[in-house]
């Protein structure tokens, strides 16, 4: 076990001074700024959109850590021939693996919550600075009855405060596992805790992709399991229904045929990550909670794609 965790400390690490993985994080703080801006330019409910860009850049940045750092995980190691060294040591293979991908698992969670973090603390400063609020802190009513500004000095000392209380309550919901207890950040937490779970299988599929493939095959081969993995569902209900439009599945033509045993053949092999896609109810503020099925499926899928991994793995040759 001390092994494990070693060879997964150190991939942390490594995974830490890696130059994408900050420009991702870059991205991320500016889409959810980006998200503030751009809500105020629709006719919709601001908060909606605000949460809903917000949710789903965590989810994608936590796709492209997955992916753009998962995929040199073995390749890299090999590339620079420090495989030799490692399985030349008291060590085996699966070792090596598993620690691989607990390193990578705990990067991209880290991250999460620090973009969670970010996020929660961008709603409570959006709160801080709305008109309403603002008007009430930076003026002051006079004697007479009419309103004073207080002046640019006062105004930019409240953004100040402003934001360092934010960045406080965002800590403070991620402190408090997301019981704080606010409405502007309700399910925020519970969002990122199913982007973890999501990123676990996916992880497991970048690494045993890397485990026998190149890093752009291996990254290609991961976005086409995320992808078909979000359109589980979409998948089975369009063979269902190309089977009962055409009458039956003996009415189906040749082309047809092949079209739906692949599409039967993905939702059942492939991942249903749908299970885990709850931007709607969390935009829309309603209480989402996390099952012990949404926990049992994702380690139950995650140890059989690694299993499947460190099979491929030992079997490899590395001369």
């Known amino acids: 076990m001390n092994k494990i965790l070693s060879i997964a400390i150190n991939t942390f690490k490594e995974a830490v001074r890696n130059r994408v993985l900050y420009v991702l994080l870059f991205f991320s703080v500016l889409i959810m700024f980006g998200a503030w801006v751009a809500s105020t330019l629709s006719i919709d409910d601001e908060s909606k ?26 390749y890299n190691d090999l590339d620079k021939k420090t495989i030799y060294t490692i399985v030349s040591k008291p060590i085996t293979r699966w070792q090596f693996l598993l620690g691989k991908y607990l390193g990578l698992m705990l990067t991209i969670a880290v991250n999460v919550i620090f973009m969670t973090w970010i996020f929660a603390s961008v709603l409570h400063f959006r709160s ?42 965002g800590l403070f919901h991620i402190l408090s596992l997301g019981f704080d207890g606010s409405l502007i950040t309700k399910g925020l937490f519970t969002a990122s805790v199913l982007t973890i779970l999501e990123m676990s299988i996916i992880t497991a599929f970048a690494v045993l992709f890397s485990s026998f493939s190149s890093p752009t095959l291996s990254a290609f081969l991961t976005v086409i399991v995320f992808i078909i993995g979000r359109l589980n569902q979409d998948l089975y209900l369009f063979a269902d229904t190309m089977v009962r439009r055409a009458g039956g599945l003996d009415a189906l033509s040749t082309g047809q045929v092949v079209a739906y045993w692949f599409s039967v053949a993905s939702s059942y092999i492939c991942p249903n990550l749908a299970i885990f896609d709850r931007r709607r109810e969390l935009s829309e503020f309603e209480s989402v909670w996390i099952g012990p099925l949404d926990f049992a499926y994702a380690i139950v899928y995650t140890t059989l794609i690694i299993f499947i991994a460190i099979v491929v793995f030992n079997r490899r040759n590395f001369k």
């Open 49 to 74: 959109i605000v949460r809903d860009l917000g949710i789903g850049a965590i989810n994608v940045i936590s796709l492209l850590i997955a992916v753009f750092v998962g995929i040199g995980l073995v």
């Open 128 to 169: 801080f600075v709305s008109p309403e609020i603002m008007n009430r802190a930076v003026f002051v009513m006079t004697d007479e009855g009419s309103f004073a500004y207080r002046g640019t000095v006062y105004h930019l000392f409240y953004y100040i405060i402003s934001l360092f209380q934010a960045l406080f309550l």
